[in-house]
């Protein structure tokens, strides 16, 4: 895979990352590392909450996604990281079993004035699951590395 | 200690929840499990990096967050939840050996017009190092449940 930069990406760019599936396991067990709220960690605890049974910690969800675009293309760019995220939504429960996948859209592209070699990369991340459910939509911006003038189109 | 509710968080209200240590061997699972870009999983290649040396995975700083506020309040209160994130910035290195603190204020509480037993909170989280570096800033908003008519102030 040819190595990707800044250029390579334009505005209204549509890709799709995954599918990842989620287990019980790995929902508890996240849980009890960072989020060990009862509607992460128990079935019976979380049937009594708005989520109505055992759901993901959105946090999950959030790092699962980030996953799910490193393999998919963030490992093969030029990625200088990020500042932060513009926004994170957490719409509809994330259950055991669901297969999930991310739908990224490229919202706008400019270079960086500090830095010369970077560009900056706004996108939006939509994550459904297997029923097409939105289950999650997030606005984050990464600065990614220009083409060097010595190398062609990817 | 008494159970938080909705009606006992106010607006300017500011507190502190950690001190958590990261170490190196935690920066580097997380991110091979969740983030698995060379800044965050190998100190020669983070040198060539931005960052200049291993740092965590900016989501790993945000769970562990998650972390610090569930042990801190959020595990003793009504929580319902969080409709989502407004913004996050990653504002400098998580390093191995770095004594993270969070410093949350509260800057706005409203009741829910759609569910009379619900509010929502805004917090914004402040996380320190501990030279008192900001390395992380988020905005972010909880759905507690109100207090029962039958139960006392905490």
Chains 1, 2 share one sequence.
Not at 108 to 137: H, W, Y
Request: charged share 20%; hydrophobic share 40%; net charge neutral.
């Amino acid at each position: 895979m040819p190595k990707l930069y800044w250029e390579d990406f334009v505005a209204g760019g549509v890709a799709e990352y995954g599918p990842r599936l989620v287990t019980r396991d790995e929902i508890v067990a996240f849980a009890a590392e960072f989020d060990p709220q009862p509607m992460h960690l128990d079935e019976e605890a979380a049937r009594a909450t708005m989520l109505g049974g055992l759901a993901a910690s959105g946090w999950h969800s959030c790092v699962l996604q980030m996953r799910m675009i490193a393999d998919g293309f963030v490992l093969a760019s030029a990625s200088m990281g990020s500042p932060g995220v513009e926004e994170v939504r957490w719409r509809a429960p994330v259950r055991p079993g669901d297969r999930l996948t991310v739908r990224s859209t490229v919202l706008e592209t400019r270079a960086s004035n500090s830095r010369p070699g970077m560009g900056l990369i706004k996108f939006q991340f939509d994550m459904l699951n297997q029923s097409g459910t939105c289950v999650m939509t997030s606005v984050s911006t990464m600065m990614i590395g220009r083409r060097p003038p010595d190398r062609g189109a990817a």
